[in-house]
């Protein structure tokens, strides 16, 4: 049976990982929206549009409906330039996004997130709030990703983000127990971990931290 996923943020240190293993999977079509070209698969869709009218502008893009929502979207306070700016990349751009999957028939929606998630801080309000979101949209199973720090090249150039990983990683062998939810974590692995969780049967709503990730992402690389 073919599963047929929408995917968002799929040009970002996480989805192009997610993208490109779920393209080699025969059983497994991926739509990727993407605000501008980056390959010759993406669709690229007005995401302001896609607020106002989330059903009627999936629709242009996957006809047939869909089973699966991903959406590894996400910005930055510095990136955004302002907090409202971010708000509405992290949170309305992909609450429209799970609306819009949803009225296609997407069962299942897998949410990249942030390990503290809801504590204290704008960015870590936004994805409180956008978990809290999508948990109430009525989808039989979704699964919320919360990673450390992530490892990985970006296209573009964040420099203190790239400060940050060199610290993770020199500090990752001392955090044990609870602290090592917020250690450091490689976004490939953060991205097999997705693909092994695409399709997976069971409701309810599921949160993953980093040991969950590698447990899972393991899983997948041997399956």
């Not at 409906?65 to 907090?83: E, K, N, Q």
């Amino acid at each position: 049976m073919t599963t047929r996923v929408l995917l968002i943020g799929g040009t970002g240190l996480i989805g192009h990982s997610v993208d490109a293993d779920l393209a080699r999977r025969p059983d497994t079509i991926v739509t990727s929206l993407t605000r501008r070209q980056s390959s010759g698969s993406d669709h690229i869709i007005d995401f302001e549009r896609l607020c106002a009218a989330p059903d009627a502008t999936l629709r242009t893009v996957a006809p047939t409906g869909a089973d699966v929502a991903i959406s590894c979207l996400g910005t930055t306070i510095r990136a955004a330039g302002l907090l409202a700016a971010m708000f509405r990349v992290d949170h309305d751009y992909v609450l429209a996004f799970a609306r819009g999957a949803h009225a296609l028939g997407a069962r299942q929606f897998i949410l990249v997130s942030s390990v503290g998630a809801g504590g204290p801080g704008f960015y870590l309000r936004t994805k409180g709030a956008i978990e809290r979101d999508i948990r109430a949209l009525g989808f039989s199973r979704v699964d919320i990703l919360r990673p450390g720090i992530l490892l990985g090249h970006r296209a573009q150039a964040r420099p203190m983000e790239a400060i940050g990983q060199r610290l993770a990683t020199a500090l990752s062998p001392l955090m044990v127990g609870r602290l090592s939810e917020y250690g450091a974590i490689d976004a490939k692995t953060v991205a097999k971990a997705i693909v092994g969780l695409v399709g997976q049967t069971g409701n309810g709503c599921r949160a993953y931290d980093n040991a969950a990730l590698c447990r899972i992402a393991s899983q997948t690389a041997n399956s």
